[in-house]
């Protein structure tokens, strides 16, 4: 391969990463709300605030499906730019992430349990994005 390809792979990897940041942001952004409203919803919030709480619920859920894409597709442009360097990234880390929320007739604490498990799994890709991203933009 030569540097001028190398070099593409690089920033079509730092591409991938900034996709799937993008994702992993909204995604955190709409758990905090449903968050904030599961708190309000356990404290006696209503018909309303679970309504308002289930509505970021599903945007977060489309926006850790669309992460989930975004994640694969930077694994793979890392394989393209892997030279033993520290860019392991395993996307089956987080597949599972996009899927922890729906099982019907859940109590609030759970939701909410659940919610937080999310958004830690969440938090914690983002940071090993950036890391990594970091690494491919000092190359």
Known sequence: MT?????NEILEAIEAA???LKALHNAESDLKSAGGWGIFDILGGGMIT?????????????HMNEARYALQRFSKE?????EDLDFQFDSMDFMGFADVFFDNGIIDFMVQSKIED??????????R???????????
């Open 18 to 20: 900034n996709v799937a």
């Open 3 to 7: 540097d001028a390809q190398y070099q």
């Open 118 to 127: 999310a958004k830690k799994q969440v938090r914690r890709a983002i940071r």
């Open 78 to 82: 890392l394989r393209d730019v892997d």
């Open 50 to 62: 679970s309504m308002i709480k289930h509505s970021n619920m599903n945007s977060a859920q489309k």
């Open 129 to 139: 994005v950036e890391e990594i991203k970091d690494q491919l933009s000092r190359m």
